[in-house]
C-alpha cells in the first residue's frame, strides 16, 4: 500500500477544498492515486465545496452560548450565502453544533477555534466545509471571541434580529450576590441592548484604539484648516473633537439609548449605588452580521 504523506494530503486538499480528514481517508481507498482520489471526492460529493468556496458568504448568523455559572461565553459568527439557508434548520443545527464545540474549547480567537476539533470530521474548519455540500452554500467562520469574569461579575449576551447582530459583555462587581440582585440583571440586560443598539468601539477612552483617535485626530484637523480656522487655534479647538469622539465611540461616554439624558457610565454608577456595590464595565465585543 502506498505511504500516505502529510504532502500528499496537503496536495489533494488545495485541490478540491475538501477537510484534511476526507482527502486523507480518499487517498487510502485509492491507495494513494491522486486523480482517483479527486474522482473519489467528487463523486461522494465533497470536492464540490471547492466550487462554492469562491461565491460570497455575507448572510448567516451570529450566536452567542455562555456557561451556565455565567462566567465565561462565546460570541461567533458562521456565515452562509443566502437569507434563506440561514433560516434552513440544516444551518441552525450546524451553528448549534459549532457553538457547542467551540464552548467546550479553549479557543480564544478565531485561528484556534478553526482548529478545534469536531470529531469525526477533524476540525471546526473541515467540518464547516464537509456541510456545505450537503446544505448547497459556501460556508465559514468569520469572526470568534470569548470573555470570562474573575471574581465576582457577570458574562451576559444578547442576540438582535434573529442574528443580525450579537454582544458579549463582562460586568465585574464587588460582592459574589450582587450578580443575583435585581437590579443588577436588569442593568447588565440595559447595556448589551445599548451596546447592540449604539455600536460603541471601546468601553472607555483608555481602551481605545490608538490609531483610530490619531486619524480623526488629523481628519479633524484638515477639516477645521478647509473651514478657515487659523492654524494656531487647533490646539485649543481640538480637545473639544476629542471629546465629542469619545462620546460617540465609548461605552461609559455614550449618553444611554434609553434615557439620554445621563450616560452609561453615569448609569453603571448610580446602579453601583442603589446595590451598594462596585460595578465595572471590563469588556465587551459586539459583532454585525457581514460587516
Known amino acids: 500500500m502506498a505511504e500516505i504523506t502529510a504532502a500528499l494530503v496537503k496536495t489533494l486538499r488545495e485541490r478540491t477544498d475538501a477537510g484534511m480528514m476526507d482527502c486523507k481517508k480518499a487517498l487510502v481507498e485509492c491507495d494513494g492515486d491522486m486523480e482517483a482520489a479527486v474522482k473519489f471526492l467528487r463523486e461522494k460529493g465533497i470536492a464540490k465545496a471547492a466550487a462554492k468556496a469562491g461565491r460570497e458568504a455575507r448572510e448567516g448568523a451570529v450566536a452567542a452560548v455562555v456557561s451556565g455559572c455565567g462566567c465565561d461565553g462565546i460570541l461567533f459568527e458562521l456565515n452562509c450565502e443566502t437569507d434563506f439557508c440561514a433560516k434552513g434548520e440544516k444551518f441552525r443545527t450546524l451553528v448549534s453544533e459549532v457553538g457547542t464545540a467551540l464552548k467546550a474549547s479553549g479557543a480564544s480567537g478565531l485561528e484556534e477555534a478553526l482548529r478545534v476539533t469536531m470529531s469525526p470530521e477533524g ?28 471574581g465576582p461579575g457577570v458574562i ?55 490609531a483610530f483617535v490619531a486619524e480623526e485626530q488629523e481628519i479633524a484637523k484638515a477639516q477645521l484648516l478647509q473651514e478657515g480656522k487659523p492654524e494656531h487655534l487647533l490646539e485649543k479647538i481640538l480637545p473639544g473633537k476629542l ?43 459586539r459583532f454585525q452580521l457581514g460587516a
Open 156 to 210: 451576559a449576551s444578547y442576540i438582535h434580529m434573529g442574528g443580525k447582530v450579537g454582544v458579549l459583555l463582562s460586568v465585574a462587581c464587588g460582592n459574589a450576590a450582587t450578580k443575583d440582585a435585581p437590579a443588577f440583571r436588569t442593568l447588565v440586560k440595559d447595556l448589551t441592548l445599548h451596546i447592540a443598539a449604539a455600536s460603541p468601539k471601546s468601553v472607555d477612552s483608555s481602551s481605545l484604539d490608538p
Open 123 to 150: 476540525s471546526v474548519e473541515e467540518h464547516i466545509k464537509a456541510e456545505c455540500s450537503s446544505i448547497g452554500e459556501n460556508m465559514k467562520l468569520s469572526k470568534f471571541a470569548r470573555l470570562s469574569v474573575e
Open 243 to 285: 471629546h465629542a469622539l469619545y462620546k460617540q465611540s465609548c461605552l461609559l461616554d455614550q449618553d444611554f439609548v434609553k434615557n439620554p439624558s445621563i450616560s452609561v457610565g453615569k448609569l453603571v454608577a448610580e446602579a453601583g449605588r442603589e446595590i451598594g456595590d462596585s460595578i465595572a464595565v471590563t469588556a465587551f465585543q
